[in-house]
C-alpha cells in the first residue's frame, strides 16, 4: 500500500519570504499523480498543484512550484513571497494512475504540515 | 459552474440517531469520492461512486456505514446507529473522468454528543 510522509508538523515563513515544505511517499508503481492541497481555517480543500510522475519538468502555478525527485520518492513544495493568505494546512497527496476496473482513484493523504504566514 | 456542493456543513447527532450526508457534484461531474478527516489528521478514503455504482468502498467501515450515489439528485453518505468515535470532518471531491483532478467541497463537520 501507498504512503505519504510529512515530517513537519509545523511550519512558519515571514511574509515576502521563501517557504519549502517537505512530502516523501513510498510506492511499488511507476506511474502515478502526486498534488498538494491547501486547507485554510474555512476546512475547505484547495488544489494547489498537481504533478505526473512520467513528467520530469516540475510542475509550477504562480508562487507555488514544487520539487520532484522521483527516484528519492520525494515532492516537496515552494512557496515563494508568501502570503498572509498562504497560512493554512498543507496536505501532500497521491494516487495511483493504473486505469483498471476498480482501480486505486483514491488520493492517500499525508498528515499535513501546518503553516504560519508572519507579517 | 458552482462547485462541490455539501450539506449541511455542520450536523449534530446523539448516539444511536442516524447521519445524512450529502454531497452534489460539480455540473458533469459523474465521479464521486468521500473521505473523512479525524481531528489532526489528514484525509482518509472512504468509498468511490458513479452513477448508481459503487465502484471501491475498501475505505468504508463495514457496519452501519452506507452510500449512495442515485441516478437523480446527489450522493449520500448515511452512517447508522453513530457513536462519538464517528465525530469527524466528511468531505465529498467530484471529478468528470476517471482518472482526472477530484475537486473538494467544503465538508460538513458531524458532532456525535
Known amino acids: 500500500a501507498q504512503t505519504v510522509t510529512q515530517s513537519q508538523p509545523e511550519m512558519s515563513v515571514q511574509e515576502a519570504e521563501t517557504v519549502t515544505l517537505s512530502c516523501t511517499y513510498d510506492?511499488?508503481?511507476?506511474?502515478?499523480?502526486l498534488f498538494w492541497y491547501k486547507q485554510p481555517p474555512s476546512r475547505q480543500m484547495i488544489l494547489v498543484i498537481r504533478?505526473?510522475?512520467?513528467?520530469?519538468q516540475n510542475a509550477t502555478e504562480n508562487r507555488f512550484s514544487v520539487n520532484f525527485q522521483k527516484a528519492a520518492k520525494s515532492f516537496s513544495l515552494k512557496i515563494s513571497d508568501s502570503q498572509l493568505g498562504d497560512a493554512a494546512m498543507y496536505f501532500c497527496a497521491y494516487r495511483s494512475a493504473r486505469r483498471e476496473q476498480g482501480g486505486s482513484e483514491k488520493l492517500v493523504f499525508g498528515k499535513g504540515t501546518k503553516l504560519t504566514v508572519n507579517p | 459552474n458552482a462547485g462541490v456542493m455539501q450539506n449541511p456543513r455542520h450536523l449534530v447527532r446523539r448516539r444511536g440517531q442516524e447521519a445524512r450526508l450529502r454531497c452534489s457534484p460539480m455540473?458533469?461531474?459523474?465521479?464521486v469520492y468521500w473521505y473523512r478527516q479525524l481531528p489532526e489528521e489528514g484525509l482518509k478514503f472512504m468509498v468511490y461512486l458513479q452513477k448508481e455504482n459503487i465502484i471501491d468502498e475498501s475505505g468504508m467501515p463495514k457496519e452501519r456505514f452506507s452510500a449512495e450515489f442515485p441516478k437523480e439528485g446527489p450522493s449520500i453518505l448515511r452512517i447508522q446507529q453513530v457513536v462519538r468515535g464517528d465525530s469527524a470532518a466528511y468531505f465529498c471531491?467530484?471529478?468528470?473522468?476517471?482518472?482526472?483532478?477530484?475537486?473538494f467541497g467544503p465538508g460538513t463537520r458531524l458532532t456525535v454528543l
Open positions: 471531491a467530484s471529478s468528470p473522468f476517471l482518472g482526472d483532478t477530484q475537486y
Open positions: 504533478q505526473e510522475a512520467y513528467k520530469q
Open positions: 455540473k458533469g461531474h459523474s465521479h
Open positions: 510506492t511499488s508503481e511507476s506511474d502515478y499523480y
